[in-house]
């Protein structure tokens, strides 16, 4: 089982619609969890940190679920800038940062 | 907003040759990591760096890699023989705190490392 694993996608949406990406991770001992966002050919950026009591950032909601090893993005209204890759991002025991592949998302006019 | 920042953006070494890629993290940060993406896949852990000694490195980091704070502000990323495999894109990241604090990591933009 892949430590964390992510739906490629890619997922292509309209502007204004509501998606959402899920993640499972393998390490049941994992401690903080993280959404990153990456455009194409350029550094992963921090999009929110996973609280286990849920978050809300605008128009980004994160939730995890330690007992299923779940987490979840859900982006509301989205904008043609939203198009990127999103990455799941676990610390593990060991407290580095595991990725996993990403899944991409289109936004189209 | 302060950032990390990296040199050079682009490299090109032959096979052998012994590489330097140099970052600059975020002044007030004490955890230092190194990350690699190869082209189309995912980004990699290699090694993270507190107290001027290594605190934890992958399998990929091995004999061939080195890391070093040369001074207070550099950070630098040594590999002594390059291969073809090597070929990647290169992020360094920095953290305020460590993994207790549940603080995210700060991404530089990046070294692209080409192998000939």
């Known amino acids: 089982r892949k430590e964390v694993e992510q739906d490629p996608g890619p997922f292509n949406v309209p502007e204004g619609a509501t998606v959402a990406f899920n993640c499972t991770y393998s390490?049941?001992?994992?401690?903080?969890f993280f959404w990153y966002r990456q455009d194409c050919r350029k550094e992963p950026k921090l999009l929110m940190s996973?609280?286990?009591s849920g978050n809300e950032d605008g128009r980004f909601t994160a939730q995890l679920n330690r007992a299923s090893q779940y987490i979840s993005l859900l982006i509301r209204d989205s904008k043609l800038s939203d198009s990127a890759t999103y990455l799941c991002?676990?610390?593990?025991?060991?407290?580095?940062?595991?990725f996993g592949s990403g899944t991409r998302l289109l936004v189209r006019p | 907003e302060p950032e990390v920042t990296q040199t050079p953006s682009h490299q090109v070494t032959q096979m052998g040759q012994e590489v330097i890629l140099r970052c600059v993290p975020i002044?007030?940060?004490?955890?230092f990591y190194w990350y690699r993406q190869i082209l189309g896949q995912k980004v990699e852990f290699l090694v993270s760096?507190?107290?001027?000694?290594?605190?934890?490195k992958s399998e990929i980091f091995d004999d061939q890699f080195s890391v070093e704070r040369p001074d207070g502000s550099n950070f630098t990323l040594k590999i002594r023989s390059t291969k073809l495999e090597d070929s990647a894109m290169y992020f360094c990241?920095?953290?305020?705190?460590?993994?207790?604090?549940?603080?995210?990591?700060?991404f530089g933009d990046g070294t692209r490392l080409s192998i000939l």
């Open positions: 990241a920095s953290s305020e705190k460590g993994w207790y604090s549940n603080q995210p990591q700060h």
């Open positions: 390490n049941s001992a994992s401690q903080s």
């Open positions: 996973v609280y286990s």
């Open positions: 991002v676990v610390m593990d025991s060991s407290y580095k940062l595991i």
């Open positions: 002044s007030n940060h004490l955890y």
């Open positions: 760096f507190y107290n001027n000694e290594i605190s934890e």
